[in-house]
């Protein structure tokens, strides 16, 4: 969040200078930082999408449900998401399946998942996609913002 700053009176030896800060200088740019962090926020959803792995779709909308575009943090909120984005396989302890009884924790195996789609859907997704599209989304924010 941008403030205006005061207006000031600078006395040198060589003489007096004024600050005088337009009024409306905050509101100008703190609309234009509202409106590209907004970008930022839909552009990551946008361009993680081919990236998340995809059985039902449920996994890629809820980035669209629980993100509040303009708030500067997207988030997959789906009981496996966090499971699928690290991509270790976790087991039961007891019977060594994929599927765990009722309030049993699984265990990390250190074997990665396989993916539908992989290479491009797997694990990692955001990091993936920001190593591939972040010059993309830089530069679109700096379009806004008005850096050129």
Same mark, same amino acid.
């Given at each position: 969040r941008i403030n205006t700053p005061l207006n000031q009176i600078i006395q040198t030896a060589?003489? $007096?200078?004024?600050?005088?800060?337009?009024?409306d200088?905050?509101?100008?740019?703190?609309e234009r930082y509202v409106r590209a962090q907004k970008y930022v926020d839909s552009e990551v959803i946008r361009l993680c999408g081919p990236y998340v792995?995809?059985?039902t779709g449920t996994l890629q909308r809820s980035a669209l449900i629980a993100t509040t575009i303009g708030s500067g943090e997207v988030i997959w909120n789906?009981?496996? !998401?966090k499971y699928l984005y690290y991509g270790n396989l976790?087991?039961?302890p007891t019977t060594g399946s994929s599927w765990a009884k009722k309030g049993e924790? $699984?265990?990390l195996t250190g074997r990665s998942l396989n993916y539908n789609g992989a290479p491009k859907r797997g694990k990692l997704w955001f990091e993936r996609? $920001?190593?591939?599209h972040k010059q993309d989304i830089l530069n679109? !924010?700096?379009?806004?913002v008005g850096g050129g």
């Open positions: 060589q003489g $007096k200078i004024s600050l005088i800060w337009n009024p200088l905050a509101s100008v740019w703190n792995p995809f059985e789906a009981p496996y !998401a976790m087991v039961s924790r $699984k265990v996609m $920001k190593a591939d679109g !924010a700096r379009r806004i």
